[in-house]
């Protein structure tokens, strides 16, 4: 198995696809909206990547965070509302919040298990800033650190508790980036007690999340040269030792415009940095051949870690939905 996350071009598997899933056995998948119909069709996609690795303990993993972020969506599928909204809800009434933003979060679980998806790009911990760019905006819970803390804290229990992974993003914090990584390079000059007090807090409450996913940001007072994603130094120093973060660590996607080289180059130096999983989303068969070239296998005790989580979650009991979905709509008519 290689510490990879690859996406894939369509609905369905091609058979060059399945071919080379089944060669170089990446750690799991990701979805996104090209890869989903309904249904029936997302459940034979999910049972056809599982088999081409040959493993039913696979991490299948998609965005439905809710509002501009999920790929999942109407007609088949509810419309979820942003994080955003249960932060400005927490401000009116912080037991109100809590309580909406877990059987929301419960409705999304069952959403995702119900078609073999058993990992959730959710919760953004992200301290939102109100001159940044607008690429995170109501993605994120809000700008108050310990409200992002305890709201991400929610989501992340109550995920879990639906029978589906949480990841926490975007390792070591998004919220003050001036530009939108998807397209350049944000680089983030606040100090180090700065970060420490805002962006870095929820990651720290939240250290025992599963999965991370970092960020493709240049902070200065940490690496003024590289990237957090290809950052030894900041994974290490900042995630690791004074985040405690204890978890499985992946990239954001590799083919953002964040980031520079080759994509052997950037896979080798995430790798080298001290990323767990390499994550490549746009089903490029090109791109995904030069990233499976310069990875070897993980070692066994990783392999039986991913194995052990996807099978932990999944014995999760299922949800009265018809109930769930009645409390929920009772709690957000009050707001």
Not at 2 to 16: H, Q
Not at 48 to 70: M, T
Not at 78 to 85: I, L
Not at 206 to 222: C, E
Request: aromatic share 6%.
């Amino acid at each position: 198995m290689k510490p990879i996350i690859f996406g894939c071009s369509g609905p369905e598997l091609t058979e060059a696809e399945f071919a080379f899933f089944q060669k170089n056995k990446p750690a799991g998948f990701i979805l996104f909206a090209r890869n989903v119909e309904d249904k029936a069709q997302l459940s034979r996609l999910t049972s056809d990547l599982k088999r081409s690795v040959g493993r039913h303990k696979v991490p299948v993993l998609i965005d439905q965070e809710g509002g501009r972020v999920q790929r999942m969506t109407e007609p088949h599928w509810r419309k979820y509302p942003p994080m955003g909204v249960f932060g400005e809800m927490a401000l009116k009434d912080p037991t109100l919040a809590a309580s909406a933003l877990r059987l929301n979060c419960r409705l999304m679980a069952d959403d995702l298990r119900k078609v073999g998806v058993n990992v959730n790009c959710l919760p953004l911990l992200d301290v939102r800033q109100k001159e940044a760019d607008a690429i995170i905006g109501d993605r994120a819970f809000s700008g108050d650190p310990n409200l992002v803390a305890a709201l991400g804290r929610i989501t992340v229990d109550a995920l879990q508790e639906g029978g589906v992974l949480p990841v926490v993003k975007h390792i070591p914090g998004h919220g003050r980036a001036m530009v939108d990584s998807h397209l350049k390079l944000p680089v983030v000059d606040a100090s180090v007690e700065e970060l420490e007090e805002t962006d870095f807090a929820p990651f720290k409450a939240l250290k025992d999340a599963p999965f991370a996913m970092t960020a493709h940001i240049v902070y200065s007072a940490l690496d003024s040269e590289k990237p957090a994603t290809l950052s030894r130094q900041v994974i290490a120093r900042t995630i690791r030792m004074k985040m405690g973060f204890s978890g499985l660590l992946m990239t954001d996607d590799l083919s953002m415009k964040a980031l520079s080289g080759s994509f052997a180059e950037r896979s080798k130096e995430a790798l080298d940095a001290g990323c767990d999983l390499l994550l490549h989303c746009n089903g490029d068969m090109a791109e995904m051949e030069e990233v499976a070239s310069v990875c070897h296998g993980i070692d066994a005790g990783l392999e039986k870690r991913i194995a052990n989580l996807v099978r932990d979650v999944e014995q999760a009991p299922m949800i009265d939905r018809g109930d769930v979905k009645r409390r929920l709509e009772e709690l957000m008519s009050k707001f």
